[in-house]
């Protein structure tokens, strides 16, 4: 075993066109580290319909540029099967590390396959990648970032010609095209011959966000804004400028690009202390609203004040805040989200009389929604814009939230009593998550093996009515890896992460409100109920 590690090792080095993997990959020869070896060439990244994402360093495990040349090939040879030789494909980058170069290896990749090649001007948000692949006419689109995942991670998403993302049969088409990449060398990459686009396609998209608001509402909410040390803060700020709304305060601390991300634990605004520096700003300044884009911008995150303090809302809170907003404005077309979001948004829709869709989790699914007039997911993404960006973005998300605090503020009112309203109106919704980030993938798997072999048959006194295996797929969604039980007055949704080692399980309750002098007690007993389901559903997965 040793001895074949070792030669596939040496034959790896000697493809690697990196000096900095190269360095790495020799030292661990060169000291006979074969767990460091072992780890690195236990398999191969695998890519699935997030594309691909993994820690960043040598060998097949592991994101770098011999894995992205690969991957690039796969792509080329992929969309040259399907006829589309001499098409286009857009790359566009984050500030993450090595960013830069696996956008450049991808451009050189496919001009070397005969494909055309246009690479975004400098890091920009993923949502103005989603917006170029439609508005250049492209066949198909790579992003290179890994979104909210900690600072030693990278990754490659793929978008087809539509702008959404790949989903099957397509990602194992262009796994097995991977797969049949011999050696790099066989892989042409010329100098140059692709195009780096100017601003021109980024000033297509902001003036597409001016779309997203109504002509004549207010625009007086003051905001503070928090980039995450990621890519959000020129096009947000030159959004909010076009739109006409106060120049929002900056946390000048995660204002820039860094990807070493060194003020938080983790670069995702849900993670706990993420918000504190922009805590810190608001209460310095007293704004109607805080926003957070992740560091990729297609993520955005709201908090309000509450009781003399900041509160986060949920990304069910915000989902549902767009969806009243949209269906008071007029909008017209299907309100989608996906099995682990709040089914107030089907309340909504129902009441407004529009069509309602349940997809399986990730924009990938909610933006292939015949029709689709708005779609969010609870992890924070929001499509307000479906014909320009066919997938979740936080920049016009951004835009619209503050356009509703602006609607409100007039009126003297907030965000929280718009929730009031819609609690009072459809039931009070709340939801909870339970997530377990894991080292060792098989507590996963057994946690999931548990709650197969033994379904809970009650929750918190709850009579769980339905349990499904959604491995087998139902009437409406294709099958997933994901558990789902209904309960009275209550929903759970049990699946692992398909970005991160974590187990996720989405809690749901509904509790009826007469009037909104009820609220509290309503919130009271919702609260009690996600706490006791969270507690009976840890013992039943054993984790």
């Known amino acids: 075993m040793h001895d074949d590690l070792l030669t596939r090792a040496r034959s790896w080095l000697a493809d690697d066109p990196d000096p900095q993997t190269r360095a790495e990959l020799a030292g661990l020869i060169e000291a006979g580290d074969v767990a460091g070896l072992a780890e690195r060439f236990a398999g191969t990244l695998q890519f699935g319909t997030a594309g691909l994402r993994g820690e960043l360093g040598a060998g097949p495990m592991r994101m770098n540029r011999s894995v992205v040349i690969r991957a690039a090939a796969g792509l080329a040879a992929y969309l040259k099967g399907k006829g589309q030789e001499g098409g286009l494909v857009v790359i566009g980058y984050d500030a993450r590390h090595k960013s830069a170069d696996f956008a450049r290896d991808t451009a050189a990749v496919m001009t070397g396959a005969g494909l055309r090649a246009a690479v975004l001007p400098r890091p920009l948000p993923t949502p103005v990648l989603a917006f170029a692949i439609r508005r250049l006419g492209a066949v198909a689109g790579v992003e290179v970032t890994a979104s909210h995942n900690p600072p030693r991670d990278n990754g490659y998403k793929v978008y087809l010609g539509d702008g959404s993302q790949i989903v099957p049969p397509a990602d194992a088409e262009i796994a097995a095209e991977i797969d049949a990449v011999r050696g790099l060398a066989d892989v042409p990459r010329p100098d140059d011959g692709w195009q780096i686009l100017d601003d021109s396609v980024l000033d297509a998209y902001l003036a597409r966000t001016d779309a997203v608001l109504a002509a004549d509402s207010p625009r007086t909410a003051r905001t503070v804004y928090t980039a ?9 700020l030159a959004a909010f400028a076009r739109a006409g709304f106060p120049a929002p305060v900056l946390v000048a601390e995660q204002a820039e690009p860094d990807p070493d991300f060194p003020t938080v634990a983790f670069p995702n605004p849900e993670e706990p202390g993420a918000m504190d520096l922009a805590f810190a700003a608001a209460r310095a300044c007293a704004p109607d609203l805080v926003i957070a884009n992740d560091p990729d911008a297609d993520r955005c995150a709201v908090a309000v004040p509450y009781a003399g303090d900041w509160r986060m809302l949920r990304g069910d809170e915000v989902g549902s805040l767009l969806a009243a907003h949209l269906v008071r404005r007029g909008a017209r077309g299907v309100l989608a989200e996906s099995i682990v979001s709040s089914s107030l ?16 989790t990730g924009f990938k699914w909610i933006a292939r929604v015949d029709g689709l007039r708005y779609g969010y997911e609870e992890a924070l993404g929001y499509c307000v814009d479906p014909e320009g960006v066919r997938d979740k973005d936080g920049i016009t998300a951004a835009l619209l939230v503050t356009e509703l605090a602006s609607e409100l503020k007039e009126q003297g009112r907030t965000l ?18 339970l997530s377990v980030r894991v080292e060792d993938l098989t507590v996963i798997a057994r946690a999931m093996e548990r709650l197969r072999a033994q379904p809970p048959t009650s929750l918190a006194g709850l009579a769980v009515t339905r349990a499904e295996d959604l491995t087998r797929g139902t009437d409406t969604l294709p099958p997933t890896d994901g558990l789902r039980y209904t309960l009275d007055g209550a929903r759970v949704v049990v699946r692992p992460s398909g970005t991160e080692p974590k187990l996720k399980c989405y809690l749901e309750v509904v509790i009826p409100v007469p009037a909104h002098d009820d609220l509290p007690a309503a919130r009271g007993r919702a609260d009690a109920l996600l706490a006791s389901i969270k507690r009976d559903l840890s013992a039943a997965a054993g984790i």
Do not use: S
Not at 228 to 236: A, C, E, N, T, Y
Not at 416 to 433: I, K, R, S
């Open 228 to 236: 995450m040390h990621g890519v959000g803060k020129d096009v947000l």
């Open 345 to 360: 948004l089907g309340r909504i829709a129902e009441k407004a009389g529009l069509p309602y869709e349940e997809t399986l």
């Open 416 to 433: 929280l009593d718009l929730l009031d309203d819609l609690a009072v109106e459809h039931g009070l919704h709340a939801t909870d998550q």
